[in-house]
């Protein structure tokens, strides 16, 4: 291989394993506010199974109303 192409092999490699590191990064980021979601959802749901009076009830409890 000639010494131009190497170089640009050498880049091209550099450019993706930044470019892969920000994609990891994104997803740490994307996990930890699914986690944050998926919790808010589980509250909704036995808000709805319940009902909204004890829900409510739940929330006074919990803030101490």
Same mark, same amino acid.
């Given at each position: 291989? %000639? +010494?131009?192409?190497?170089? !640009?092999?050498?880049?091209? +490699? $550099?450019?993706? %394993? +930044? ?5 990891? !990064? %994104?997803?740490?980021? =994307?996990? !930890? ?6 919790? &808010? &959802?589980? $509250? ?6 319940? =009902?909204? =009076?004890? $829900?409510?009830?739940?929330? !006074?409890?919990? &803030? =101490? &109303?």
């Amino acid at each position: 291989m %000639s +010494e131009d192409a190497t170089t !640009k092999i050498a880049v091209h +490699e $550099a450019v993706c %394993s +930044e470019r892969y590191a920000a994609i990891e !990064k %994104s997803f740490v980021d =994307g996990d !930890k506010r699914m986690t944050r979601i998926e919790y &808010l &959802l589980y $509250a909704v749901i036995v808000c709805v199974l319940f =009902g909204p =009076g004890v $829900a409510a009830e739940l929330v !006074k409890t919990i &803030l =101490g &109303l």
